[in-house]
Every structure is written in structure tokens, then in C-alpha cells.
């Protein structure tokens, strides 16, 4: 989870960069992660979260829209990201409201921490987390979709294309189903085999 006592905010954005450097082994220096294209999506939230606990919403949230225009990374203003928080690459991330994100997280593109739908949100008492609680270590593969108000706990690995709807416990993986490979000259498909292989891809 978030850790409690924050550093300052320059310490943890100088944190953030460093992580750039630690986990992308594109990156050469701290000169080059400057360029890291979801790092200002990062900083941006950092400072428009600031502004969001201080009750300068409209502000955040047009920070936030700048971010997302220039960067493909939407982060509302009031999700919590901890510590050393890597997100890889960046294109169409994104972060709900509620969401919780923990120190050391690694989030690759096209991941969503989003809620299950307005249907069900509305109902919900003012104040209850819709998004997920995502622990520390956690890894979100590419295309990785966690909906609702789930705890996804501590150093549990969520693999690309995977859809999560439940609870995992720590240092779980929860896998999506891989391509199957048909060598040349197979027989066709039946029609429940097609349906299983067209909707591995995991987008609903």
C-alpha cells in the first residue's frame, strides 16, 4: 500500500527518475530517463494529487487532462501511487479515482485499475473505494485489466492480457490464456474452439 510517511515531493519525484534508470534497460542515465515517455505523467500526478487532497480539484484535473494529451497515461487526481512506481512505456494506462498503488509497482502499458461500471458505482455509499487496492512489488503485465474495489496484495504478478475481478493473495500470478500455435495443414477449428482463441485476447 502507499507508504505512510511520504518524503518530500522533489525526494520522491529524484526517486522516480532513479527507477527509470533501475528498471529500463534502454535507459543508460539519469539524462536519458528524463526522456522516459510516461515519467511526466508520473510527476504530474504527483503534483496534481498534492492539489487534489488540498481541495483544488479543477486544478488537478487540468493537470491531469494535460498529462493524458501528452502523454497517453490517465491518472486521476485522486488515486494514491506510491513510492518508486514504474510505469513502462505508458500508452493507454489508466487509473481511477480510488485506486490504490503501492511502493516498488511496475506498470506496463495498456493496463487498467479501473472501476466496474457507473451501474454499480452509483449504489455505492460516498467514500467507497470503487477501484482496486493494488500491494507493493505488484507487476501489471501489458493489456493487464483489474475492475472494482479488489485487493491484488503484495508482490503478486498479473500477466499481460489478464482480466481480474477477485481478490489475489500475495506473491500469487494470475495468468491469461497463451496463443495456441496450429501448424500449417491443421484441421479447421471448431466453432467453440474459434470463439476460445478470438476471445484470449481479452478486450470486452
Known sequence: MPEREQPGLLRTMREDLGVVVERDPSVRNRREALLHPALPALWTHRVAHRLHRRGRRLTARLLARAARRATGVEIHPGAELGRRVFIDHGAAVVIGETAQVGADVTIYHQVTLGAVGWWTDVRRPAGERRHPRVGDGVVLGTGATVLGPVTVADHAVV?????????????AKVLAPTARVRPAGSPPLLDEDLFAATASAGSW
Open 159 to 171: 500477466g499481460a492480457q489478464a482480466l481480474v475481478v477477485r481478490d489475489v493473495p500475495a506473491y
